[in-house]
C-alpha cells in the first residue's frame, strides 16, 4: 500500500516558466514533509521541506504547499532551469524526530526542463 | 569534510554469495538508514538505526543484514537469501534533532553476475 504517491512519473516544461511537481498521502498521521532532488547515480539532496502546522515554505525559487484536507502538497519551481532536470521525490514522515523516526518516499517524478 | 561515505560505488555478486555494502560518516549523527532505489520504485526503507548498538526492520528487510557496533558506521549485508539485489542502495543518517533532514551518501550500484 502506497503511503506517498506521485502520480506524475514525468514533466516537460520550458525554460522560465513554472514547475509543479505534486504528491498525494495516505498516512493521516503523517506530519512533516521534504523534497528531494536527485540526478542519476547519485545520491538525493534536500530541497525544502514543510510542517504540516503551516501550508506554505518558500525557499528561493521553489516553494512548497500543503492541503492538509485534501492531504495533498505540491512542489512549484519558478522560474525553471535546465539544471532542475533531475527526479524529484516526496517524502513523509509521521513521528517528529522521535524514535521511530523514518521518511517514506513517493516514486519520484522525472523533470525535465528544456532550454 | 563532512558527509557520508559509500563504498565501493560498484559491486558485483555471484550466485548463492553474501556481499557487505560499507556506509561511514562524519557528521556525528545518531540514526542511520539503508534504502534501496528500483527503477521506478522509489526508495524504500530496508533498515534503519536510530543508536548504537540497535536497529530495526524498515519495509523490505528480508534477505538483508545490518550493525551498528559504532555510531559512524552502518554496514548492509545482503544476504544469499536475497532473490532479487540488483538494485542502487542509498545510506542515509540524521541528526536525531526534531524534524531534521536525511543526508544520503553517493550510493552503491549493486549487480547479479
Known amino acids: 500500500d502506497q503511503q506517498v504517491k506521485q502520480n506524475s512519473p514525468s514533466l516537460s516544461v520550458q525554460e522560465g516558466r513554472i514547475s509543479i511537481l505534486n504528491c498525494d498521502y495516505t498516512n493521516s498521521m503523517f506530519d512533516y514533509f521534504l523534497w528531494y532532488k536527485k540526478y542519476p547515480a547519485e545520491g538525493p539532496t534536500f530541497l525544502i521541506s514543510i510542517s504540516s502546522i503551516k501550508d506554505k515554505n518558500e525557499d528561493g525559487r521553489f516553494t512548497v504547499f500543503l492541503n492538509k484536507s485534501a492531504k495533498h502538497l505540491s512542489l512549484h519551481i519558478v522560474p525553471s532551469q535546465p539544471g532542475d532536470s533531475a527526479v524529484y521525490f516526496c517524502?513523509?514522515?509521521?513521528?517528529?524526530?522521535?524514535?521511530?523516526?523514518?521518511?517514506?518516499f513517493g516514486k519520484g517524478t522525472l523533470l525535465t526542463v528544456n532550454p | 569534510d563532512g558527509g557520508i561515505t559509500q563504498s565501493p560505488k560498484y559491486l558485483f555478486r555471484k550466485e548463492g554469495q553474501n556481499v557487505t555494502l560499507s556506509c561511514e560518516q562524519n557528521?556525528?549523527?545518531?540514526?542511520m538508514y539503508w534504502y534501496r532505489q528500483d527503477p521506478g520504485q522509489g526508495l524504500r526503507l530496508i533498515y534503519y538505526?536510530?543508536?548504537?548498538?540497535?536497529?530495526q526492520k524498515g519495509d523490505i528487510a528480508e534477505g538483508y543484514s545490518v550493525s551498528r557496533e559504532k555510531k559512524e558506521s552502518f554496514p548492509l549485508t545482503v544476504t544469499s537469501a536475497q532473490k532479487n539485489p540488483t538494485a542502487f542502495y542509498l545510506c542515509?543518517?540524521?541528526?536525531?534533532?526534531?524534524?531534521?533532514?536525511?543526508?544520503f551518501g553517493s550510493g552503491t550500484q549493486l549487480s547479479v553476475l
Open positions: 517524502a513523509a514522515s509521521g513521528h517528529s524526530g522521535g524514535s521511530n523516526y523514518k521518511l517514506t
Open positions: 538505526s536510530q543508536i548504537v548498538n540497535d536497529f
Open positions: 557528521l556525528n549523527h545518531d540514526a
Open positions: 542515509a543518517s540524521r541528526s536525531g534533532s526534531l524534524n531534521e533532514k536525511l543526508f
